[in-house]
């Protein structure tokens, strides 16, 4: 099954994003577990979830992604920042229990001035805070473009972090297709040998969502601007190849493009058009 969908707002509700996820041709959605610049959430509504439920098992939704603050830094220097995405993580996690067995994505951290190597150990001794043996979320490490000194930008640094992480079972990593290429990876002439070096570095077993999204830039630019589906570096025939590879084909894929609804979905329109049965 093509499991497609595009970041929706979050403002009315768990159900609202399904009925919306569906009206745009797709069957799944991300949201902002919050404000993005990281104020307090709402509470769960209960009723609202148990709605969301039975709509989502009538009408074939599996997987939803829920996506951290951008803001967040788990390897900030000052201890304020660092307090400030423990609590908010390990707040989000909590609500996430919610909505049992899904997945939740963040920006790994940028180090600032103290160095990768600073940066690996602090992400995942702040992991080591917030993860518990019973919860039932997969929490993802999203792979970055490399801008400023963001941490993540390579699948090695993803790898460091979750040798460092006590309980690896719990996490895996979302692949943004704009990031990536930002970062070096040549996804467009050389797919195969992307993948490989992901299995090599971190294991395909933990890819576990897709990030769609064209890119303003060529090949390493390090810059993080995403473009539409076929109007950037990426381009159409490489998101062809991206949704059908049969390592990735079975994985969820979020759009993140610059669109407004009727443009999501278009592009979903477009990707189905693209994908192989
Ligand atoms: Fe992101
Ligand atoms: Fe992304
Ligand atoms: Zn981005």
């Given at each position: 099954?093509?499991?497609?969908?595009?970041h929706?707002?979050?403002s009315?509700?768990?159900?609202?994003?399904?009925?919306?996820?569906?009206?745009?041709?797709?069957?799944t959605?991300?949201?902002?577990?919050?404000?993005?610049r990281?104020?307090?959430?709402?509470?769960?509504?209960?009723?609202?979830?148990?709605?969301?439920?039975?709509?989502?098992?009538?009408?074939?939704?599996?997987?939803?992604?829920a996506?951290?603050?951008?803001?967040?830094?788990?390897?900030a220097?000052?201890?304020?920042?660092?307090?400030?995405?423990?609590?908010?993580?390990?707040?989000?996690?909590?609500?996430?229990e919610?909505?049992?067995?899904?997945?939740?994505?963040?920006?790994?951290g940028s180090?600032?001035?103290?160095?990768?190597?600073v940066?690996?150990?602090?992400i995942?001794?702040?992991?080591?805070?917030?993860?518990?043996?019973?919860?039932?979320?997969?929490?993802?490490?999203?792979?970055?473009?490399?801008?400023?000194s963001?941490?993540?930008?390579?699948f090695?640094?993803l790898?460091?972090?979750?040798?460092r992480?006590?309980?690896?079972?719990?996490?895996?990593?979302?692949?943004?297709?704009?990031?990536v290429h930002?970062?070096?990876?040549?996804?467009?002439?050389?797919?195969?040998g992307?993948?490989?070096?992901?299995?090599?570095?971190?294991?395909?077993?933990?890819?576990?969502a897709?990030?769609?999204?064209?890119?303003?830039?060529?090949?390493?630019?390090?810059?993080?601007?995403?473009e539409?589906i076929g109007?950037?570096?990426?381009?159409?025939?490489?998101f062809?190849?991206?949704?059908?590879?049969?390592?990735?084909?079975d994985?969820?894929?979020?759009l993140e493009?610059p669109?407004?609804?009727?443009?999501?979905?278009?592009?979903?329109?477009?990707l189905?058009?693209?994908r192989k049965?």
């Amino acid at each position: 099954m093509f499991t497609i969908g595009c970041h929706l707002s979050a403002s009315k509700g768990y159900l609202a994003m399904a009925k919306q996820a569906l009206e745009l041709g797709g069957n799944t959605f991300q949201f902002f577990t919050r404000n993005p610049r990281g104020g307090t959430a709402k509470p769960v509504d209960e009723a609202d979830v148990a709605a969301f439920h039975a709509f989502a098992a009538q009408n074939g939704i599996r997987t939803i992604l829920a996506h951290a603050p951008y803001t967040l830094n788990a390897c900030a220097a000052d201890e304020r920042v660092m307090e400030f995405c423990l609590m908010t993580m390990k707040d989000d996690l909590e609500r996430m229990e919610y909505t049992p067995g899904q997945l939740y994505n963040f920006h790994p951290g940028s180090h600032v001035k103290q160095g990768v190597e600073v940066g690996i150990e602090k992400i995942a001794a702040t992991l080591n805070q917030i993860l518990w043996p019973e919860m039932t979320t997969t929490v993802l490490l999203e792979t970055m473009a490399g801008k400023g000194s963001e941490v993540g930008a390579t699948f090695e640094e993803l790898r460091a972090i979750i040798d460092r992480v006590e309980l690896p079972d719990k996490l895996g990593v979302c692949l943004d297709t704009c990031h990536v290429h930002d970062g070096g990876y040549d996804i467009v002439n050389n797919l195969d040998g992307v993948l490989e070096q992901f299995d090599h570095s971190i294991g395909l077993h933990r890819l576990r969502a897709i990030h769609i999204n064209d890119s303003k830039n060529p090949l390493a630019a390090h810059k993080d601007r995403h473009e539409k589906i076929g109007q950037g570096y990426i381009g159409t025939d490489a998101f062809a190849r991206i949704i059908n590879h049969p390592a990735l084909r079975d994985l969820p894929f979020y759009l993140e493009t610059p669109n407004e609804l009727d443009g999501y979905a278009a592009e979903i329109a477009l990707l189905r058009s693209l994908r192989k049965e």
